[in-house]
């Protein structure tokens, strides 16, 4: 065998112990480490053409598998081009591998075709291991106890032998390859819980011991609090008073409603009205995080912990504050939903989806508009499963992540009657960015059970609530922001071999969600037809309703 195909055998049969999924892309550099990885009888294989898209497949799959998935390119651009992914993985702590084939050093700087400087090219995020003789494999078990990983295989001529390699390896089931564990232990902090409290857990929360029972402002991928607060009663906490029309202790309640203290778990980003209550100076603030990532914009926290221990009990006058403040706002949001002056929104969409959710689904949120209209109808809640993209919060491969969270999840459970249903609703901008996502060969492994929910207000819906969607700037809105492209979402899901349903109005999106869940077949797109054109005006009359 020579010295290439070798190399790339031994680095295949180490990356076999760390992975069950392999994501390829074509190429000649790679071709060394793509046979060796096909002659793997313990990997699962997927291949695509876009590296951009695969890379984002393995996010997926690393996502919902808590396990290492790989992404295989060849030299040059399409090492670049996986840098999003590997953006995304190294903030959202989700492993990734980054395997990319190299030109020998000597080659780098020359002028060789398809060569470009490979190692560092993620540095911002990620070291890169180099891999380029057998003593250099060991380097990649040290590797891989990050979450985003690049190892670079430097391969010479001949890269390839007359014969495809021995298959090696026995077939292994991902349930018996543990998920990684990539936590950081940050130490504990003593908490006294009779202070009135709150928690704002963010993405990449877990359930915290001691603190199942505080009031918990949760977006949609943390874990489903016991006394949920919903977020759009950040702001009446913030304002520090409410009216409760003549009651008697009028002043005890208006000085309990700022909490004293707040426990801010992962990475919150959704919500100004949020980001601004756990920037206030005046509550005491302590982090929980067991990553190396400390969520505090505004460097208002006291201490970083990664546990706690708790004294005390919440007041039940804090309880009810708490709970009369969030049903105030889900009210609010029932209340705007019903008034049809506002048409069929991307807030209905998330609403008509999120009622049509089971226990054991799978649900992702597109970043932009989806996540936040899932939060205002009421998630997280138990049973269901959440994944948005939040680390660095891009709309970019999100389609490939829902197709990658669908196949780890499917193959968690291989013996299942049915595969368990993945539901992923969208943006259409965030669904046109990645498009690409949907080229799923026909010789390879392809969810059975996944159905999108794209809704499709003609452009950039997030836009409008925010300062350029104010009156004064509407001149430049459409070209700058709004960005209207007037795609046929049919014709483009007919082109790649994707099954597709209209749904013109929220009853008929009710409809087409459940009939997905009755027949599943495979990858279904369902277009919900929404508008843009009143969504500041549904956010403002929330904020109206609100008090706000």
Known sequence: MSASPELARIVAQQLAQHVTDVVLCPGSRNSPLSLALLARRDLRVHTRIDERSAAFLALGIGRASGRHAAVVTT??????????????????????????????????????????????????????????APEDIALIA??????????????????????????????????????????????????DISKDTLVIAGDEAWEVEGLEYVPTLAEPSAPAPFEPVHPLAAGLFARGEISVDGSSD?????????????????????????????????????????SETVTDPAGVSRRVASRVKVTGQPRKQWLNVCRGLSETAAEAVRTVLADEQFGFTGVHAAAAVADGLGVGDSFVLGASNPVRDAALVGLPFGGVDVYAPRGAAGIDGTVS????????????DPEAVRAPRTIALMG????????????????????????????????CGIFESLEVGQDSLRPSFERAFGTPHGVDL??????????????????????????????????????????????????????????L
């Open 490 to 547: 049919e014709a483009a899901c007919a082109a790649y071999g994707v099954n597709y349903v209209l749904a013109g109005d929220l009853k008929e999106l009710i409809t087409a969600v459940e009939q997905a869940a009755e027949e599943p077949v495979g990858i279904q797109v369902i277009e919900a037809k929404t508008t843009r054109t009143t969504r500041r005006a549904l956010d403002g009359a929330l904020k109206k309703a609100m008090g």
């Open 428 to 459: 259409d901008v965030t669904f046109l960015h990645d498009i690409g996502g949907l080229l799923v060969s026909p010789d390879q492994p392809a969810p059975e059970n996944l159905t999108i929910v794209v809704a499709n207000d003609d452009g």
């Open 250 to 290: 009028y002043a005890e309640y208006v000085a309990r409603t700022k909490p004293e203290q707040i426990v801010v778990v992962g990475h919150p980003t959704l919500h100004r009205s949020v980001l601004a209550l756990m920037s206030d100076p005046s509550i005491d603030v302590t982090t929980l995080t067991r």
């Open 75 to 132: 030299s040059g651009t399409a090492v670049a081009n996986c840098a999003p992914a590997i953006t995304e993985a190294a903030h959202a702590h989700v492993p990734l591998i980054v395997l990319s084939a190299d030109r020998p050093r000597r080659l780098v700087g020359t002028g060789a075709s398809q060569t470009i400087e490979q190692v560092g090219i993620f540095s911002t995020v990620v070291e890169t291991t180099q891999i380029a």
């Open 142 to 191: 040290e590797a891989v106890k990050r979450p985003a990983v690049h190892l670079n295989v430097a391969l010479d001529t001949p890269l390839v032998d007359s014969e495809l390699p021995e298959p090696e390896g026995q077939p292994v089931a991902a349930t018996r390859r543990s998920p990684v564990s990539l936590h950081v232990d940050h130490g504990e902090a003593t908490l």
């Open 401 to 412: 992540q829902a197709i990658g969270i669908a196949l780890a999840t499917q193959s968690a």
